[in-house]
């Protein structure tokens, strides 16, 4: 379940962080957005990687 949690914090600061960039109303995101499962699997499989690696490294870093 905290997984998950991180996985859709991760995917909702990503999303806000766009939307910020975009100056034009009419160029935002559409609310509705659709991904395939398995591009979905990839993705978050990609993200908890990247993640692992990171706090990996972090942990060797203080260790130092």
Do not use: C, G, W
Not at 9 to 28: F, G, S
Not at 38 to 58: G, P
Request: glycine letters at 0%; hydrophobic letters at 35%; aromatic letters at 4%.
């Amino acid at each position: 379940m905290e997984v998950k949690s991180i996985y859709v914090a991760n995917v909702m600061k990503t999303y806000e962080k766009l939307t910020a960039q975009i100056e034009n109303p009419k160029e935002r995101i559409a609310e509705v957005l659709s991904i395939s499962p398995q591009a979905s699997q990839r993705l978050f499989d990609e993200i908890m990687e990247n993640t692992i690696k990171k706090s990996l490294q972090d942990e060797e870093a203080h260790e130092s």
